[in-house]
C-alpha cells in the first residue's frame, strides 16, 4: 500500500490557494495541494501547543520508539519515497538513495536523544538540591527549502519531536511532498500523536505569520542568505531563538602537491552534484598556479562528458534546475562572468531546465559566478601561487560554511584550514559531506553557527531550567 495517498495529501484543508506539484524535468503535473496562509499557521500553532503538553510528558522510551519507527519507514518506502524526490525535486537517483539514508539516521539519531541526561546537579550555598533539566522549547517552526528537501526537513523535525516539541514545518511549494508531506505520512504511520506535526506548504505569508506566533519560540530555517537574514530579523523582534542555515560559496583548496588523478572526479563532485544547488556546493575552485591549466583543461574535459537529462527515465549525472527562475540567475551571473572577462572552459549552455556543467577559468573578484553563491552547476577557477594567497583568497568571501584541502601532508592541510573561517573543513575531499551524527553550519553570511547534529540539537531544541528543592521553607531577615 502507498505511504503517500495522493488522494488524501492533507487530511484538513488549508485556506491558501491551490498548487500544482510539477515534474521540473518535464514540465508534467504531478498532483495539486492547497497551500497555508497565515491563518493556517495560527489554527496549526494552537493545536500544536495543545498536544505538545502531553507529549513532552511522554515517557522518553515512547517517544524514542516512534523516532525508531519512523527511521524505519524510511528504509521500507524507499522505493516510494525515491520516486518523489527523483520526479518532484529533479534529483539522480544516488542523491535520492543519499537523502533516504540520512533521513532514517536522522530519526534513529533522534531517538537516541530522548534518553540523553537531562541536566547535572549543581553546587549550592544554601542547604537544597539544585539542580539544571533540560525542558523542550514547546512548538518548533521549521522553515525547509527545495535543494535536499527531505533532508533539510528531516534534520530539524526528527530531534525536535524526539525531545518533546511539536513541530510546525513550512517547506517550499516547490518540493512540498518530498520536503513535507512525506515526513507526515511517515510519522502518522510510525504512530506519532495528532496535531504534533503540522505540515504547512506556503509563501512569505506563511513563513511570517509561523515567526511571529508567540506560541513558536524556535525557529529553525535553512535557505538563502537573504531570507535568512530577514528571518533573523522578525525573531529577534519576536524575542526568540532563530537557528539559521544559510548560503554559501565554498572554496576547495589544491596545493602543488595534490594529485591531479584522484583530484579532478572529487572537484568535479563538489560542483556538478544535484546541479550545484547545495549550500556546501564547491563555488570556488583555488588552484596552485603549477597545476591550474591541467586542472582547468581536465575538469572541463570532466564536465563535457557529463550526462545532463532526465532523471526519472534516463541514467545521467545531472538532472534539471528546478525551475525557470533558478535556471535564469544561474544563467545570468554566467554571462555576466563571460563578460567581464572570464573565459568559458566548458558548458554555459541549457536546454529547457537542463543546465551543462559548467567550468570558468581566468576569474578574479571581477567575476560574478566567482564572489555570488550561484547555486547552479557552475565551477569558476583561479589560480595561487602561495599558501598565504591560497588562504587569503578562501577567506575572502562574505560566506563561511565549507572548506576543501587537497594536499599529500593531510598535517598541511590543516594547518591551512585554521587561518581560513568555515563551519566545516574537510581534508582531501571536497565541500559537499553530510552526516546525521555531525553538528553542521556556517560561520559569517553562512549563518548563526551549528546547530544540527548530536549537542547541537539537545541545545537548539530545549530550553535550561534551574530548579532547587529544600526540605523547610527558606528563612529570610524580613
Excluded at 493556517?40 to 503538553?53: F, L
Excluded at 541536566?119 to 542547604?127: C, M, Y
Excluded at 539537545?458 to 535550561?464: K, S
Aim: charged share 20%; hydrophobic share 45%; net charge negative.
Amino acid at each position: 500500500m502507498p505511504l503517500l495517498d495522493t488522494k488524501s495529501w492533507q487530511p484538513r484543508s488549508l485556506a491558501g490557494p491551490g498548487y500544482t506539484v510539477t515534474e521540473p524535468a518535464t514540465g508534467q503535473a504531478l498532483g495539486t495541494l492547497a497551500l497555508a496562509g497565515p491563518e493556517d499557521v495560527e489554527t496549526a500553532a494552537g493545536r500544536a501547543a495543545t498536544a505538545q503538553s502531553a507529549w513532552a510528558r511522554t515517557p522518553h522510551f515512547a517517544r524514542a520508539a516512534v523516532l525508531r519507527k519512523a527511521g524505519d519507514l524510511f528504509t521500507e518506502h524507499a522505493a516510494e519515497l525515491r520516486e518523489w524526490l527523483v520526479r518532484e525535486s529533479g534529483s539522480v537517483p544516488g542523491k535520492a538513495d543519499f537523502e533516504l539514508h540520512v533521513a532514517a539516521q536522522e530519526c534513529y539519531e533522534a531517538a537516541a536523544l530522548a534518553s540523553r541526561p537531562a541536566g547535572q546537579v549543581l553546587p549550592s550555598e544554601a542547604p537544597r538540591l539544585s539542580y539544571t533539566r533540560r525542558v523542550p522549547a514547546g512548538v518548533v517552526g521549521v522553515i525547509s527549502p527545495f535543494n535536499a528537501p527531505l533532508i533539510l526537513s528531516i534534520r530539524s523535525v526528527a530531534p525536535a519531536l524526539a525531545l518533546g516539541n511539536a513541530v510546525l514545518l513550512k517547506p517550499d511549494p516547490r518540493t512540498a511532498v518530498c520536503g513535507g508531506l512525506a515526513l507526515a505520512a511517515v510519522f502518522a504511520a510510525a504512530g506519532l500523536p495528532e496535531d504534533l506535526l503540522h505540515v504547512l506548504p506556503g509563501g512569505p505569508d506563511a513563513g511570517q505569520a509561523l515567526v511571529a506566533d508567540p506560541r513558536v519560540p524556535v525557529i529553525s530555517f535553512t535557505g538563502s542568505t537573504a531570507a535568512g537574514r530577514a528571518v533573523g530579523e522578525a525573531a529577534g523582534r519576536h524575542l526568540k531563538r532563530a537557528h539559521l542555515e544559510l548560503g554559501g560559496n565554498s572554496a576547495m583548496i589544491v596545493l602543488e602537491d595534490a594529485d591531479l588523478d584522484a583530484v579532478i572526479s572529487t572537484a568535479a563532485w563538489g560542483s556538478f552534484f544535484h546541479q550545484g544547488q547545495i549550500c556546501m556546493t564547491t563555488g570556488r575552485h583555488l588552484v596552485h598556479a603549477s597545476l591550474y591549466d591541467e586542472y582547468v583543461e581536465r575538469l572541463a574535459a570532466k564536465a563535457d562528458s557529463l550526462a545532463v537529462g532526465d532523471p526519472h527515465r534516463d541514467q545521467v549525472h545531472l538532472g534539471p534546475i528546478i525551475d525557470s527562475g533558478q535556471l535564469g540567475k544561474i544563467s545570468g551571473l554566467v554571462e555576466a562572468s563571460t563578460a567581464a572577462g572570464a573565459k568559458l572552459a566548458a558548458g554555459g549552455t541549457y536546454d529547457r531546465l537542463f543546465y551543462r556543467p559548467t567550468v570558468l577559468a581566468h576569474v578574479d573578484d571581477r567575476t560574478p559566478a566567482y564572489t555570488e553563491e550561484v547555486f547552479g552547476p557552475v565551477a569558476p577557477v583561479r589560480s595561487f601561487t602561495t599558501p598565504d594567497e591560497a588562504a587569503a583568497l578562501a577567506a575572502q568571501s562574505p560566506y563561511g560554511l565549507s572548506l576543501g584541502i587537497v594536499t599529500r601532508d593531510p598535517a598541511r592541510g590543516l594547518d591551512l584550514a585554521e587561518r581560513i573561517p568555515t563551519g566545516i573543513v574537510h581534508i582531501n575531499d571536497q565541500t559537499v559531506n553530510d552526516e546525521a551524527v555531525a553538528p553542521f553550519g556556517g560561520v559569517a553570511a553562512s549563518g548563526t553557527g551549528a546547530r544540527f547534529g548530536g549537542e547541537a540539537n539537545l541545545e537548539a531544541f530545549t530550553e535550561l531550567r534551574w530548579t532547587t528543592v529544600r526540605g523547610d521553607v527558606a528563612p529570610y531577615p524580613f
